[in-house]
Nanobody, 124 residues
Framework: QLQLVESGGGLVQPGGSLRLSCAASGFTLDYYAIGWFRQAPGKEREGASCISRRDASTCYADSVKGRFTISRDNAKNTVYFQMHSLKPEDTAVYYC?????????????????WGQGTQVAVSS
């Protein structure tokens, strides 16, 4: 069974850092494009970042560009989302998603598999 499990969320002060992990089981992540999405309280889920399956090209939403970094470790079958300079507006449930398609972007309907999410709260 294909499964994605996010971890690494928590409570952090503004300006702090967190690293989220997205671990896959039942399939090999290096054949999949991965996206990180987030849903803030009372808002729709939005795309944050993506990494392609072919050449690890990355994309970022303007709201996280320059502060967050997506990367993949194929040996560990895990994708990471390093978050620095966190702001209260980054508070959200963060989801990773995967697609075997040759896709590179943040359109949610293009992703086939989703994790359950990990909560990130940024507050003093």
């Amino acid at each position: 069974q294909l499964q994605l499990v996010e971890s690494g969320g928590g409570l952090v002060q503004p300006g702090g850092s967190l690293r989220l992990s997205c671990a896959a089981s039942g399939f090999t992540l290096d054949y999949y494009a991965i996206g990180w999405f987030r849903q803030a309280p009372g808002k729709e889920r939005e795309g944050a970042s993506c990494i392609s399956r072919r050449d690890a090209s990355t994309c970022y939403a303007d709201s996280v560009k320059g502060r967050f970094t997506i990367s993949r470790d194929n040996a560990k079958n895990t994708v990471y989302f390093q978050m620095h300079s966190l702001k209260p507006e980054d508070t959200a449930v963060y989801y990773c998603a995967a697609t075997p398609r040759d896709y590179y972007g943040l359109l949610q309907y293009r992703y086939d598999y989703w994790g359950q999410g990990t909560q990130v709260a940024v507050s003093s």
